[in-house]
């Protein structure tokens, strides 16, 4: 997203023949030239000439074409204009990639699989288990009106505790999904921090339902690392890690 947002900086940086002359108004180089000749197709070029040319040399274009910029005040406020300019473009890109991103990671309106969507029931209160191949959610849950009394506990596959230590980072999310199954809200109800001891989560809300939800479903990810928690072994602490994630979309 850095490089992005100084994306309009790399482009807009002005080139040479925009910069001003040196000090004297002239220029040593030769260059071909649209005005009558020297002889041999090349004349002096001047920093002060009204005439456009594929000049080698600098030009003051913005002098030349900008008579009002020419003053020392006209110069410091196209220097200004240029600096509100980067800073516009640089804020846009870095908004529109932070936009596009947010709903490249949403899944709202996505359909859930049939296996995985979990009717809710009134009345008393209910347990039920969702199992993968790296965990399962333990839960109970209880409707009153439009709100879910929901906890439970996160238990970790045994290739998981067996084979790794902590937790890089871990979100479990709950999804609310209508009667199409399609999703139209969610929640991270367990999460684990930076290097947390790998073992199981409990978890206890009392959630908001979206009025036209019917049912649920759950997803996760994370990424578990074996070893390495000094922090003088580099970003990463070294040791060796994998990421496991569940995704509710079909």
């Known amino acids: 997203m850095i490089f992005i947002g100084l994306l309009p900086l790399i482009c807009l940086r002005r080139p040479p023949f925009f910069e001003r002359p040196k000090k004297g108004g002239k220029e040593n180089a030769l260059c071909p030239s649209l005005s009558p000749s020297l002889g ?43 600096l509100i300019l980067y800073i516009s473009l640089s804020l846009f890109f870095m908004l529109s990639f932070t936009a596009c991103n947010a709903s490249q990671f949403s899944y709202s309106g996505a359909t859930v699989d049939m296996e995985n969507r979990i009717a809710l029931l009134e009345g008393k209160s209910h347990k039920g288990s ?12 209880k409707m009153d009106a439009n709100i879910m009394q ?14 790794f230590t902590s ?11 209508d009667e ?3 999703i ?7 999460v684990a921090g930076y290097r947390k001891r790998l073992k199981n989560i409990s978890f206890d809300h009392n959630l908001q339902m979206p009025s036209n939800a019917n049912g649920i479903a759950f997803g996760y990810n994370g990424t578990a690392r074996e070893g390495g928690g000094g922090s003088d072994r580099g970003i990463d602490g070294g040791g060796t ?6 995704v509710p979309r079909r």
């Not at 001047?46 to 003051?60: E, G, K, N």
């Not at 074409?65 to 020419?70: I, T």
């Not at 890690?241 to 569940?246: A, C, I, L, M, N």
């Open 40 to 82: 041999n197709g090349l004349s002096p070029c001047r920093a002060d000439s009204p005439i456009l040319s594929p000049c080698f040399a600098r030009r003051p274009v913005e002098a030349a074409y900008f008579p009002a910029l020419g003053s020392a005040k006209g110069a410091k406020d196209i220097e200004t204009n240029k």
């Open 130 to 141: 969702w199992n993968t191949r790296d965990l399962s959610v333990n839960y109970n849950y």
């Open 150 to 163: 929901l906890s439970g506990q996160v238990e970790f596959d045994n290739h998981l505790q067996y084979n």
């Open 167 to 177: 937790l890089d980072h871990f979100f479990l999310w709950i999804y609310f999904i």
């Open 180 to 182: 199409e199954g399609k």
């Open 184 to 190: 139209i809200g969610d929640k991270a109800i367990a």
């Open 241 to 246: 890690s994998w990421d496991f994630w569940k």
